[in-house]
């Protein structure tokens, strides 16, 4: 089958086509509708066959026709804007609040909504533009510098009051017009040498200068040296009338010695109106040039250093110097480093060790380890005894004697005493330690049953008692019995 529109009001702007596989027509649209413009259209429509047999032609026309009405539906539609771009121009020198110039929209349905405006502020990041929101009149926020942004392109938006959902979106491109707020200066930094051996009228430097601002009939420049320079035996400047000046000498025989630099001030005029003028200095230094005219050296501490004072021996006097500080700084840190106190390691706290010696004692007979007669006897005079199994490190001083008093006295004070010596023995536990002492006391009545005392003594004590004490005490009875009466003899 073939589909094409044969009359109606929707030429351009519906077009029809075949579906090979239902042999169907579909319509399609190929502009815009719009409803507020136009609610209904008519076409009328043909569909033929053009492969009929041809036994069959004289039954033809082989075609028909149909008459096809479509219904545009209406829809809420954003706001129009007048224009789809807003060229306006305003003055870098305009006043803040100034109005610049004004957009307007539309609600493009029947109900012909108000429309509200306002600034896409993405597109105004610093705020130079205000808008009102009933009248869309655009006018400055801030100040306005060309040099920095020469043109501001920023996006109106229109929202429905009655939907705010719905927003149109216009372009604004501001464009701001220079004026002369710049002053001129040089075009580089200059770095100009004259030679000692410079002629006089000889041109050492070509200068030319820049303007941010752009004058619609272009650049002009007018260099000349200011007031105070203009009288030096110097240098001279002579303006090319071409943006650029030329920098002469006045004499020859310039000499690094007597003055190594030389300053000259510029003094440039633009030609704006009103002109502006700044004054740029130019450095000038002498050196040492080749016969070309090309520079060797320019530094005048050259000549400051002795004649007989090479490079060389110069870094042989520096590296000596750097090599003594070097040792200073070691015997100093190794001084340092010997005053330190002596800090105990935590790994190595005595507190966390156990020793054990297994020490098993010489019985009765040992009578070097203890000083058996101080602890019997309290009214001697105690020398201070040092550890037989550790070198003494401090010789401690003599205690002294004890006077005869009350048994409970005497256990305080020989308590205290012990606790002060081991405070001050070097060898002793340094911290919280058990101290054990046997002492029974002054004045027993029983006496000492020592042997280390009973076999040394000449004593003519009698002790037959000890056969009256029993079985107990037979072996001693037997020992120190004077005959052999004894009761078990």
Not at 330 to 352: A, G, H, N, W, Y
Not at 373 to 396: G, M, S, Y
Not at 414 to 419: G, N, Q, V
């Amino acid at each position: 089958m073939e589909y094409r529109i044969v009359d109606g009001d929707g030429f351009g702007i519906f077009k029809i086509s075949v579906d090979k596989d239902s042999q169907e027509g579909i319509i399609t649209i190929q502009k815009d509708l719009d409803f507020e413009a136009k609610t209904s259209y008519t076409l009328r429509i043909e569909a033929a066959n053009r492969d009929a047999d041809p036994r069959f032609l004289s039954l033809g026309p082989f075609s028909d026709t149909t008459t096809v009405k479509i219904i545009v539906e209406d829809v809420d539609e954003p706001p129009v804007f007048s224009s789809p771009l807003y060229p306006m121009e305003v003055s870098e020198a305009t006043q803040v609040g100034n109005i610049i110039g004004t957009v307007a929209a539309h609600d493009p349905d029947s109900s012909n909504s108000p429309v509200r405006y306002s600034i896409d502020r993405n597109t105004d990041l610093e705020r130079y533009f205000n808008i009102d929101a009933n009248s869309g009149v655009i006018t400055t926020a801030k100040s306005l510098d060309r040099e920095t942004n020469a043109v501001h392109n920023i996006t109106v938006l229109a929202m429905e009051s009655q939907n705010p959902s719905q927003i149109g979106r216009g372009y604004v491109a501001i464009t701001i017009l220079d004026i002369n707020d710049n002053a001129p200066e040089f075009a580089m930094d200059y770095e100009t040498t004259v030679c000692e051996n410079a002629q006089p009228g000889q041109v050492i430097q070509k200068i030319s200068a820049v303007d941010k601002d752009e004058p619609s009939n272009g650049h002009q420049f007018y260099f000349s040296l200011t007031m105070d320079a203009t009288n030096n035996h110097n240098f001279s400047l002579k303006d090319n009338k071409d943006n650029t000046a030329s920098i002469l000498t006045r004499r020859n025989g310039f000499r690094r010695q007597e003055q190594s630099v030389y300053y000259l001030p510029v003094f440039i005029v633009d030609s704006g109106s009103p002109s502006l003028s700044s004054t740029n200095t130019l450095t000038i230094r002498v050196c040492d040039c080749d016969a070309d005219g090309v520079a060797q050296t320019c530094n005048a501490e050259a000549y400051v250093l002795p004649a007989g004072l090479s490079t060389g021996a110069l870094i042989a006097i520096l590296a000596c110097v750097l090599t003594l500080l070097v040792l200073i700084l070691l015997i100093v840190t190794m001084r340092r480093r010997k005053k330190e106190p002596l800090i105990f390691d935590e790994e190595r706290d005595i507190r966390e060790n156990i020793v054990r010696y297994d020490d098993e004692g010489g019985g009765e007979e040992d009578t070097e380890a203890f000083d058996m007669a101080a602890l019997r006897n309290l009214n001697v005079l105690r020398d201070t005894k040092t550890r037989r199994d550790v070198t003494p490190e401090i010789q401690f001083l003599s205690r002294p004697t004890f006077k005869s008093i009350p048994d409970n006295v005497i256990f305080r004070e020989f308590i205290w005493e012990r606790l002060k010596e081991a405070d001050i023995d070097p060898c002793a536990p340094p911290y919280d330690s058990l101290q054990t002492y046997a002492f029974e006391g002054n004045g027993s009545v029983a006496e000492s049953l020592s042997s280390l005392d009973s076999i040394s003594s000449n004593s003519d004590q009698n002790y037959d008692y000890l056969s009256d004490w029993g079985p107990r005490f037979k072996r001693l009875a037997d020992m120190y019995g004077t005959g052999p009466e004894s009761l078990y003899s």
